[in-house]
């Protein structure tokens, strides 16, 4: 398997150096580039996901811009023509390689499908947008928005249940979340690491809010309700409940010598639900702080990116779980920092670390590169490694190669 992740390595690498040497004019064109008409990287930097200003402010206004994209029109109604979609293809081949504490190492292969889903996404109405992601499942991403100018600023609500974060409802930083994905440079976030932390049984880490917010091309601020959720309901279908948690969220965006600085932290406490509900004779909370910091533009002609971010949880008690942290005896926290750059055009170049650490330390590294053979399709190589060290001081590894292709029809 060790050939096979190599060899496809190698062969990766000669198509991109071919296509390296002969540019192409192709652009990329999924759902959201067939309603603006835009280029994905006027929404995206350097590669999909990561948002640019444009990208920022093209979701603030809900997802409803267009460009020659012909609109269906009446009292009440403005929608596109055409329905906007994207398939995404995705194989990956994947070596993972575990040593437990007492030295075993057992290595698994495979060839897999990162994400085999139908993005469909756009405008609903001149104030009213939506991003869908369906994945065959019961669950799939969903984020719905509306936006509003009221006096220089725009203005808005948005439901949404997904394995985003607790901020999707206006998701715009690139350090961790939805857009910091990047190649998976999000791997080390403290803040990725903690909100993927969920206590209660059957949400893996899917997240529903209802938030209001409000920003302009500086910034924005979000405040609302969150809930763990199976995807379904505010908790678990058939035992949902109207009793969340409350999120307030903040980022800011600064040109400092024609590059962008962003700014940011996140907010989250309360109850979800009452007691006893959801974890036997204990009030189920969410209770979480975390700040990020990045630096995006060009140097020399060189595109890059510097992130980094520190993220806690409070510990548990007898009758309160934390739902990012059980630990009765210790606070959750941790810090990262990556960066990438860009030395020729398409080409992309990141390293990571950070922690966790709640008794047990977690230890993160991530090593990666990735070439856009087109805006809509990457090739990417990189590995993760974790390593846990116990207070005991026992010590077990996990590494993961993964050759992850990525298109998007």
Same mark, same amino acid.
């Given at each position: 398997m060790k050939k096979m992740i190599f060899s496809a390595a190698a062969? *990766?690498?000669? *198509?991109?150096?071919? =296509? *390296?040497? %002969?540019?192409t004019n192709a652009e990329a064109i999924p759902a959201f580039a067939r309603q603006t008409g835009a280029a994905c990287l006027s929404c995206h930097f350097?590669? =999909?996901? %990561?948002?640019?200003a444009f990208g920022r402010s093209f979701k603030m206004n809900a997802f409803t811009d267009v460009g020659d994209q012909a609109l269906v029109e009446d009292d009440g109604m403005s929608i596109p023509a055409t329905l906007n979609a994207t398939v995404v293809i995705r194989p990956n081949v994947v070596q993972t390689k575990t040593t437990t504490t007492t030295g075993v190492t057992t290595t698994a292969k495979s060839i897999v499908y990162g994400d085999q889903v139908i993005l469909i996404a756009g405008r609903m109405g001149t104030n009213t947008g939506a991003f869908v992601e369906l994945g065959g499942g019961a669950f799939g991403n969903h984020q719905f928005m509306n936006s509003f100018?009221?006096?220089?600023? #725009?203005?808005?609500?948005?439901?949404?249940?997904?394995?985003?974060?607790?901020? %999707?409802?206006?998701?715009?930083?690139?350090v961790w979340g939805q857009h910091g994905g990047t190649n998976n440079g999000r791997f080390t976030s403290a803040n990725q690491n903690i909100m993927k932390s969920n206590a209660l049984a059957g949400v893996a880490d899917n997240i529903a809010g209802l938030t209001a917010w409000v920003g302009n091309d500086m910034g924005a601020i979000q405040a609302g309700l969150i809930a763990p959720s199976d995807g379904v309901a505010w908790g678990v279908n058939g035992n949902s409940t109207f009793t969340a948690a409350k999120m307030v969220r903040a980022n800011g965006f600064f040109d400092v010598g024609g590059l962008s600085l962003g700014v940011g932290g996140i907010l989250i406490g309360g109850n979800v639900g009452s007691f006893g509900q959801f974890i036997a004779a !204990?009030?189920? #909370?969410m209770e979480r702080t975390g700040l990020e910091a990045s630096l995006e533009g060009e140097v020399g002609g060189m595109g890059f990116g510097l992130y980094g971010d520190v993220a806690s949880a409070k510990k548990s008690t007898a009758t309160e779980t934390n739902n990012y942290n059980t630990s009765l005896t210790d606070n959750l926290k941790g810090w990262a920092v990556r960066g990438q750059v860009e030395p020729i055009h398409g080409l992309l170049l990141m390293a990571g670390v950070g922690n966790t650490q709640v008794g047990t330390k977690t230890d993160r590294l991530h090593l990666g590169a990735s070439y856009s053979?087109? !805006?809509?399709?990457?090739? *990417?190589?990189r590995q993760e490694n974790a390593k846990n060290k116990t207070a005991a001081g026992l010590v077990s590894r996990t590494k993961t190669t993964t050759l992850d292709v990525e298109a998007l029809m």
């Open positions: 062969f *990766a690498l000669v *198509a991109v150096s071919s =296509i *390296a040497l %002969a540019p350097q590669e =999909i996901p %990561a948002l640019t100018d009221v006096g220089g600023m #725009k203005v808005g609500v948005s439901y949404y249940n997904t394995g985003f974060g607790e901020d %999707a409802g206006l998701q715009l930083s690139n !204990q009030q189920l #909370k053979v087109y !805006q809509n399709f990457v090739i *990417a190589l």
